[in-house]
């Protein structure tokens, strides 16, 4: 009797042990980011290790940042990013049950590039056909449901997280691809196949440049336009099929109107799109948009300034209490596996909670609608 008893309450305080404590043979199945403080965004250009960081400043939000290692030595790096994915979770196509994906058509289209100084540049077509419309993905989503609309920025630079983000992430999270990266049209080939569009980043100045600099095709706040434009230039013709340019860092930039405006007016006379992720000068933005005439967005949030998975998680669900408010709300995430994993966990049970996913072209098409229907009415 006394062995029953002393086994009973070993067996009790091990249970408890493993309630308060966890049991150490079981494995979370949430997902690693970088659960430190934020680490900061930047690109170098040079090479660099991971220990060698920058701090970048606050208005430029928090991103890993991106070391290159030299021309035909090994893909660059996304520090601090982890490849630490949930046990289960597929990687590179593995066999999760997915329903059949309406895939993209192939990219880009002839009659919608050009010769450029560096390479094919997208161009307004013959009939009018717009990159920004061929490129983007159908949407014919209920126009009175609240609706969020998803872009996840760093593509190209990992490619276990790329993959995933290709593979797990529905169709409609649009994907925006570093113009750096290697392989870049396979991977906007990849992309497009899996039905997602796809952006292109375009490296703007920040505070402390260039202590953190974003590469040797930065656009400047003070630099004369034939220099950002042949910068510009460059970035648009690294691969085709993009609907849209989204910045990359760019808070000292975007405070600077008139270079801002001019970038904005090329990429409407081309045909292009553009979406800012949500940081430094958002007015200025605005104001630039609205005087090139562009077909322009704001994300309403960034997904990862803390790219843990409990913080994403409270920024999706503000993005659902935004679009219930708003009738859309736009978020922006970087190439964290924890971004990744969250959003395809939370696009699960969207359409359940009453809510729509939208590609971002659909959701800049809506609030251009809305702001050309209330400049008319004043």
Excluded at 101 to 123: C, D, F, I, K, M
Excluded at 183 to 191: F, H, K, N, T, Y
Excluded at 327 to 343: K, M, N, R, S
Aim: avoid cysteine.
């Amino acid at each position: 009797m006394i062995a029953g008893g002393a086994a009973g309450v070993m067996f009790a305080f091990g249970l408890a042990a493993i309630a308060l404590f966890g049991d150490p043979g079981h494995q979370q199945s949430g997902v690693r980011g970088a659960l430190a403080p934020a680490p900061e965004l930047q690109i170098r250009a040079e090479a660099a290790g991971p220990d060698n960081p920058a701090a970048a400043p606050a208005e430029d939000g928090a991103r890993a940042p991106v070391t290159f290692t030299g021309e035909g030595e090994q893909e660059p790096r996304l520090a601090g990013v982890s490849e630490d994915f949930p046990q289960g979770a597929p990687r590179n196509g593995a066999t999760a049950a997915r329903p059949a994906r309406q895939g993209l058509p192939p990219a880009p289209v002839a009659t919608l590039t050009e010769p450029g100084p560096a390479g094919p540049l997208p161009v307004i077509g013959p009939d009018g056909t717009r990159p920004s419309r061929a490129y983007a993905r159908p949407f014919t989503g209920d126009p009175n449901a609240p609706t969020v609309a998803l872009v996840i920025g760093g593509m190209g630079l990992n490619r276990a997280v790329t993959e995933a983000a290709i593979d797990r992430l529905p169709p409609e999270v649009a994907l925006s691809f570093a113009p750096y990266a290697r392989d870049l049209q396979s991977w906007v080939d990849r992309a497009r196949a899996a039905g997602h569009e796809v952006l292109i980043e375009l490296p703007m100045e920040p505070f402390d440049y260039p202590n953190n600099d974003p590469g040797p095709h930065t656009l400047l706040a003070d630099a004369a336009w034939p220099e950002n434009e042949r910068r510009l230039l460059w970035v648009l013709s690294r691969v085709g099929g993009y609907y849209a340019a989204a910045n990359y860092l760019g808070a000292r930039f975007t405070t600077a109107e008139t270079p801002m405006g001019a970038v904005l007016a090329e990429l409407e006379r081309r045909g292009v799109a553009y979406l800012h992720d949500g940081t430094g000068r958002r007015a200025t933005v605005e104001r630039a948009g609205d005087g090139a005439r562009a077909d322009w967005a704001i994300a309403d949030r960034v997904l990862d300034e803390d790219p843990s998975p409990r913080a994403v998680d409270e920024r999706l669900l503000t993005l659902e209490a935004l679009a219930l408010q708003n009738g859309t709300a736009l978020g922006a995430g970087f190439a964290y596996p924890a971004t990744i994993e969250q959003v395809a966990q939370w696009a699960e049970g969207l359409e359940a909670r009453g809510y729509q996913l939208a590609p971002p072209s659909a959701v800049t098409a809506m609030r251009q609608a809305r702001r050309r229907t209330q400049s008319a009415a004043q």
